[in-house]
């Protein structure tokens, strides 16, 4: 069983063979795939795939790149969305990036926190972008996510010490292809010293595919690739990475 908890299959790069694809996955024991909004439109096409295929779940939010975007009544779009749809499992994904700076970073805060609030009103975890924003990252976090919600940080970046603080607040940490690569000996530090209770693996499909497909378009059979990785780091078997991880998951997002 595996659970990538955060690819985009609804990405445009998906249009020519997504029906192909998604009919795929299971034959690769791909069980579950969360598939986050990064905006209004995303937010709405990613509700559409998880209505149409039973293993695939929704999450509605808006990216810290498209946040300059939105006006008044964005916020309303995505309660309605949220709520009027069971297979919405989350709001995100939803955060912070300092490294490309596409909205001003004051509205990405704004946002970030009317995102959050809208999560502790509706009891929906949160899912998180974090680049090269750590710090604001997680001071928003611990000043505004609710107890009563849950929170995990995708495609984690940052280092063992921010990870452990992370998850004494209750957090999930999720792990992206990136730990197989020679260079990123940061994540596979994180790997080994916390705790496989606490953490999610994950694609991020279309985008960084692990070895030996980096550069590649990724997708969710690659998933394996990870739970592979983090087994080898662990000195656990692949099995029991691919058990804890989806089972954390599943809780994590309420799918029976």
């Not at 497909?213 to 690659?222: E, L, Q």
Request: include cysteine.
């Amino acid at each position: 069983m595996l659970f990538d908890s955060h690819a985009h299959l609804n990405d445009e790069s998906f249009d020519e063979d997504r029906e192909e694809l998604i009919a795929s996955l299971k034959e690769n024991d791909v069980d579950y795939v969360v598939n986050p909004g990064a905006d209004i439109e995303t937010s709405k096409t990613s509700i559409e795939l998880a209505d149409k295929y039973d293993f695939i779940y929704a999450a509605v939010g808006v990216h810290p790149h498209d946040v300059k975007d939105l006006n008044e009544d964005s916020l309303d779009i995505l309660k309605k969305l949220a709520t009027s749809h069971k297979k919405v499992v989350a709001i995100g994904e939803i955060g912070l990036d300092y490294f490309y700076d596409n909205s001003p970073r004051e509205i990405q805060k704004e946002w970030f926190i009317k995102q959050i609030q809208l999560a502790n009103e509706l009891k929906l975890p949160i899912i998180i972008h974090d680049r090269d924003a750590h710090q604001d990252t997680f001071d928003i976090i611990k000043k505004y996510k609710s107890d009563d919600i849950g929170c995990v940080l995708h495609c984690y970046s940052g280092s063992v010490e921010l990870a452990k603080e992370y998850i004494k607040m209750g957090c999930y940490i999720s792990i992206p292809g990136t730990v197989t690569f020679k260079n990123a000996k940061k994540v596979r530090e994180v790997v080994r010293e916390i705790p496989i209770e606490k953490m999610f693996i994950e694609t991020d499909s279309p985008y960084m595919s692990p070895e030996p497909f980096r550069g590649k378009r990724n997708n969710p059979a690659r998933v394996k690739l990870v739970a592979e990785k983090i087994s080898e780091e662990i000195n656990s078997t692949y099995e029991e990475v691919c058990r804890v991880t989806s089972e954390n998951a599943k809780k994590f997002f309420g799918i029976e």
